[in-house]
């Protein structure tokens, strides 16, 4: 089932529903010409590239450029028009990749999400890329199987706590200050929710459908 109850949300989230996309969005994608772990096309940042960024050591994190793909509705690209492109949109955003790259280029700290372990195996933490404004602007990043790529299961403009109760990996304070933050130490069982339980979208690294809170 889906434990998801959108009439749950905080106070101060824009609103979100299973049909919340742009259709008009879908026109203006321009594809890469390359594919994703899952046979998916990338697609190309606002400034032409394949990466819209990095994160890397100094943000305690693997090395790897930042990606999106196509996906499909469960995550990606598809996944996060269906969900969150209106919202998107009523942030002052004219299209998805251009609210990617924003927080890629401005973000203000990275929180623990999600682990899959249990339900494929191997590697699937995911990680909140967050700028923090009046919202709380949010990607949920995944590494790659091959550890070459982080992908953007899904992204979307929540309240101002979104993410507050979720383990801090880094933080814009910490170069300010020279104060690291705790370094993460591996895969971690699922974080208790606040009232703030939208989803981070289902793992790309594996096929299987698992039970999760989906964002």
């Known amino acids: 089932g889906n434990p998801e109850n959108t009439s749950g949300r905080q106070q101060g989230d824009l609103g979100e529903t299973e049909?919340?996309?742009?259709?008009?969005?879908?026109s203006h994608i321009r594809l890469s010409g390359e594919l994703d772990q899952n046979n998916s096309p990338f697609i190309v940042s606002p400034d032409?590239?394949?990466?819209?960024?990095?994160?890397?050591?100094?943000?305690?994190?693997?090395?790897?450029?930042?990606?999106?793909?196509?996906?499909n509705s469960e995550n990606g690209y598809i996944h996060i028009n269906r969900?969150?492109?209106?919202q998107i949109q009523q942030a002052g955003f004219e299209s998805i990749e251009e609210f990617v790259k924003y927080v890629v280029d401005n973000f203000t700290r990275i929180q623990e999400g999600s682990s899959y372990a249990k339900e494929s195996g191997?590697?699937?933490?995911?990680?909140?890329?967050?700028?923090?404004?009046?919202?709380?602007?949010?990607?949920?990043v995944q590494l790659s199987r091959d550890g070459k790529y982080w992908n953007v299961n899904s992204a979307g403009v929540f309240s101002s706590r979104y993410g507050n109760n979720r383990r801090n990996i880094w933080s814009a304070s910490e170069v300010q200050?020279?104060?690291?933050?705790v370094v993460s130490d591996g895969l971690q069982s699922?974080?208790?929710?606040?009232?703030?339980?939208a989803s981070n979208g289902?793992?790309?690294?594996?096929?299987?459908?698992?039970?999760?809170?989906?964002?």
């Open 83 to 86: 969900r969150h492109g209106k």
């Open 190 to 197: 699922e974080p208790n929710a606040e009232n703030d339980s």
């Open 202 to 215: 289902t793992p790309s690294n594996t096929s299987t459908k698992a039970s999760v809170w989906k964002h």
């Open 177 to 181: 200050n020279d104060n690291p933050a």
């Open 19 to 26: 049909d919340n996309g742009v259709s008009d969005w879908y």
């Open 122 to 140: 191997g590697n699937n933490q995911t990680y909140l890329v967050q700028l923090q404004d009046k919202h709380n602007n949010t990607l949920f």
């Open 48 to 71: 032409g590239k394949l990466d819209f960024g990095r994160l890397s050591a100094k943000h305690h994190l693997p090395e790897a450029p930042i990606r999106l793909s196509m996906g």
